[in-house]
C-alpha cells in the first residue's frame, strides 16, 4: 500500500455502490468489496468503522456460499486479524481456528492461504503471552 488512504477510499467506497447498484446487496462480489473497504480502514486504525463491514461481508458470505467456503475462511481471517490489532485475543481466537478448520478440509494444510492464517494464529498466541 502506498498510504495513499484518502484518494483509495472514495474510489473503494465507489465500487462498493456501483456493485450494490448492480447486482443486489447479498452478492459475494458485494462482499468483496466490503472486505477491500474494511481493510482499508483496518490500514488506519479505524476499527470501528472496519468491524462492522468484515461482519457484513462475513454474513453474506456465509449465507451464500455456504459456512465451508474458502472465502469464509478468508473473512474470518481478516475478522481475526482485527481482533488481534485491538489485542481482542478471545475474540479473534475462535475466528482463526474455524478458518484454519476450514482451509485444512477445503485447501489443504499445505496450501498458502492456510499456512497464512496458521502463521496469523501462532502470532495472535505469541502476542497473548507477551501481553
Given amino acids: 500500500m502506498?498510504?495513499?488512504?484518502?484518494e483509495?477510499?472514495?474510489?473503494y467506497v465507489r465500487s462498493l455502490e456501483i456493485k450494490e447498484r448492480q447486482l443486489g446487496a447479498d452478492h459475494p462480489d458485494v462482499a468483496q468489496r466490503l472486505n477491500n473497504l474494511a481493510e482499508?480502514?483496518?490500514?488506519q486504525g479505524k476499527y470501528?468503522?472496519?468491524e462492522?463491514?468484515?461482519l457484513r461481508s462475513l454474513e453474506i458470505l456465509e449465507r451464500q456460499l455456504g459456512a465451508d467456503h474458502p472465502d469464509v475462511a478468508n473473512s474470518l481471517n481478516n475478522l481475526a486479524e482485527?481482533?488481534?490489532a485491538q489485542g481482542k485475543y478471545s475474540?479473534?481466537?475462535p475466528l482463526y481456528v474455524r478458518a484454519i478448520q476450514i482451509?485444512?478440509?477445503?485447501?489443504?494444510?499445505d496450501h498458502p492461504n492456510t499456512v497464512t492464517v496458521r502463521q496469523n494464529y501462532e502470532t495472535m498466541r505469541e502476542n497473548m503471552k507477551e501481553a
Fill in 2 to 6: 502506498q498510504g495513499k488512504y484518502s
Fill in 8 to 11: 483509495a477510499e472514495p474510489l
Fill in 40 to 43: 482499508l480502514y483496518r490500514a
Fill in 48 to 50: 470501528s468503522e472496519a
Fill in 52 to 54: 462492522p463491514l468484515y
Fill in 82 to 84: 482485527l481482533y488481534r
Fill in 91 to 93: 475474540e479473534a481466537e
Fill in 103 to 109: 482451509l485444512e478440509k477445503a485447501l489443504g494444510s
